[in-house]
């Protein structure tokens, strides 16, 4: 059960309305890497969830990611209160109105016009939110590194955010937030190294033969690093083209009447490749003498 308390987990103040400015924190309303995508991820997983201890976790931060969801929506609303204004009234001439709604060359102007200055499910660019942003699996040790990753794409956004203002209150409140993708990140890793074994995702092990094999695929000197060291790894410096010793081929075991029908489909449609046919392409270009004459033949023209 959730229940609604009207104050802000962080207190959001804003020096300036800032209708640009707002249509960038879209991006953390509505986006991929946003604050509801956040919350839809951990509250599926959570009910899923059989250890109760990540049970809670994932409740616990799925519930605050809806609270932040609250902040940066107050945010962008804030930003967007005097335009919403100017707009809904029409105070202003049409060609000022359009410059103080475009901002900084961004769409703010779209977001204004569709959903008046409200806290759109969109990003900044305007894509609607979809739940193919949640990407859980149904494995923890699998889901525990993709919300670490989550978390990380979430900070970095933030702080390209608090880089594009310089109003210090907004920065304030994208620094709490930001903060908190740090202590999320933790509480997922901690969760993670409490599995054991929790490498590799999964119950299967993986071939033996492959499981610690780096191939060099590329062309060139190779960059030697903890990625591909001899430590680690078995470094094969040109991997053959099948590397578990067959003969590299795809074949299909076919039952006899499908194998018939397969061999006359092929038959129907086989090339000659003896064969050297006039195409369109050669009708239309000047120099080859096509038509037998001994002289170049002129470029074809279209009659009427």
Do not use: I, W
């Given at each position: 059960m959730f229940v609604h308390n009207k104050r802000l987990q962080y207190?959001?103040?804003v020096a300036r309305p800032d209708p640009g400015l707002a249509n960038l924190l879209l991006e953390?309303?509505?986006?991929?890497?946003?604050?509801?995508?956040?919350?839809?991820?951990?509250?599926?997983?959570a009910l899923a969830e059989e250890d109760p201890g990540r049970k809670d976790m994932l409740f616990d931060i799925a519930t605050e990611e809806l609270s932040h969801l609250e902040v940066i929506g107050s945010l962008i609303a804030m930003l967007n209160r005097g335009a919403k204004g100017d707009l809904a009234e029409g105070v202003q001439q049409e060609a000022e109105l359009y410059r103080s709604l475009q901002g900084a060359g961004n769409d703010s102007h779209v977001t204004q016009l569709l959903y008046g200055g409200g806290p759109a499910l969109i990003n900044s660019a305007g894509v609607p939110w979809t739940a193919a942003y949640i990407d859980s699996i149904g494995e923890p040790t699998a889901d525990l590194r993709s919300n670490i990753a989550a978390e990380a794409r979430a900070k970095i956004i933030y702080e390209r955010l608090m880089n594009v203002t310089d109003d210090a209150d907004v920065q304030e409140a994208l620094g709490f937030l930001m903060t908190r993708e740090i202590s999320h990140q933790k509480s997922f890793e901690k969760a993670l190294y409490s599995i054991t074994p929790n490498f590799p995702p999964g119950k299967t092990p993986g071939d033996p033969r492959f499981a610690s094999v780096y191939f060099k695929m590329s062309q060139g000197e190779a960059m030697r690093g903890p990625w591909n060291a001899d430590s680690?790894?078995?470094?094969?410096?040109?991997?053959p083209p099948a590397v578990d010793g067959g003969d590299g081929l795809a074949t299909?075991?076919?039952?006899?009447?499908?194998?018939?029908?397969?061999?006359?489909?092929?038959?129907?449609?086989?090339?000659?490749?003896?064969?050297?046919?006039?195409?369109?392409?050669d009708l239309g270009k000047a120099g080859d003498d096509l038509d037998g004459t001994g002289e170049a033949d002129p470029p074809a023209?279209?009659?009427?």
């Open positions: 207190t959001v103040r953390q309303f509505g986006g991929p890497q946003g604050e509801l995508a956040a919350a839809c991820r951990y509250f599926t997983q680690t790894f078995v470094f094969v410096e040109n991997p299909v075991e076919l039952p006899a009447d499908q194998q018939s029908t397969l061999e006359a489909f092929a038959m129907r449609g086989e090339s000659d490749v003896n064969s050297d046919p006039v195409t369109g392409a023209r279209n009659k009427r």
